[in-house]
């Protein structure tokens, strides 16, 4: 289980978390709504360690993750970017094995590959795309190659980043279901911000909405529609007029 408690941070005098407390129990799929500049990369980097909360932890299982306990939290982690974030000099299967064959668990190489043409086919893409490189694939392909690198070490805690940012409908309902069958065979816990609506209904069990730099809801996504908060309904609906200031 993941738990945030009480999370503060400011960037000098602007608060943007003032005290965020979220618990994302094992193999349950989190995902967190908000407007621009609400603070959910925020609240994701300061999980990752890359940015350092004022107040407040961070646990996993018990064990704090801004700590001594990072670098074992970081090892059993995996992460889909927006964008997919793919190293362009590098060819498909390298992408995907890129933690496989670093560090203190390393892989040999024909092993790593193995590996990464299987995590390849997982996510729909064949043994002929292994040695392109990134900029020779779509979209949809990129994304489908970052999906696979997120789950090539088997991590039991998965970061989706705006997963379908930059894909047209259909491609993101596909990236979508992926996302939800793969979690839900590995029993991973994830944590997904996004503003795509299509998004949290297909791979959220739960909701949070983050406003003002604290959850203002919290719920199952079966209760998201039928609930009566005015922020979370007007950012549900996409209704210009509600309490929610904008720009315009
Ligand atoms: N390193 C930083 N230094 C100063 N301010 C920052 C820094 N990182 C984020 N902020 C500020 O924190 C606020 C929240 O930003 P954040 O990127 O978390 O929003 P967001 O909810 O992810 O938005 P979006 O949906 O547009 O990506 C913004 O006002 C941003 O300017």
């Known amino acids: ?41 925020v609240l994701l980097k300061c999980i990752l360690g890359l940015v350092t909360p004022d107040s407040g932890s961070i646990t996993l299982n018990g064990a704090d993750v801004t700590g001594t306990g990072r670098a074992a939290f970081l090892a059993r982690f ?3 970017f927006q964008g997919a974030a793919l190293f362009d000099s590098l060819p498909v299967w390298q992408n995907v094995a890129f933690r ?3 560090g203190p668990d390393r892989r040999p190489r024909a092993e790593a590959r193995e590996i990464a043409l299987a995590k390849l086919a997982r996510v729909g893409l064949g ?3 292994a040695d392109l490189h990134p900029a020779e694939l779509s979209g949809g392909m990129q994304k489908r190659v970052g999906l696979a690198r997120a789950i090539a070490a088997d991590p039991e805690v998965i970061f989706f980043d705006e997963p379908t940012t930059g894909l047209d409908p259909i491609m993101a309902g596909v990236i979508n279901d992926l996302i939800r069958e793969i979690v839900a065979e590995m029993g991973a816990t994830t944590i997904t911000i996004t503003h795509d609506m299509s998004s949290v209904r297909a791979i959220a069990d739960r909701v949070a909405m983050l406003h003002a730099g604290k959850i203002r809801w919290h719920g199952p996504v ?13 950012f549900i609906t996409g209704a ?3 309490p929610i200031e904008t720009l315009r």
């Not at 079966?222 to 007007?234: F, G, K, T, V």
């Open 1 to 41: 289980m993941i738990a945030i408690s009480d999370l503060h941070k400011s960037f000098g005098a602007a608060p943007v978390l003032r005290g965020v407390t979220l618990e994302v129990p094992r193999g349950e799929s989190l995902v967190v709504i908000g407007g621009s500049g609400t603070g959910k990369s």
């Open 127 to 129: 043994p002929e795309v």
């Open 240 to 242: 210009a007029e509600g």
């Open 100 to 102: 496989l064959v670093r």
């Open 222 to 234: 079966a209760e998201m529609d039928s609930a009566e908060d005015p922020y979370l309904r007007q």
């Open 78 to 80: 995996g992460m889909l």
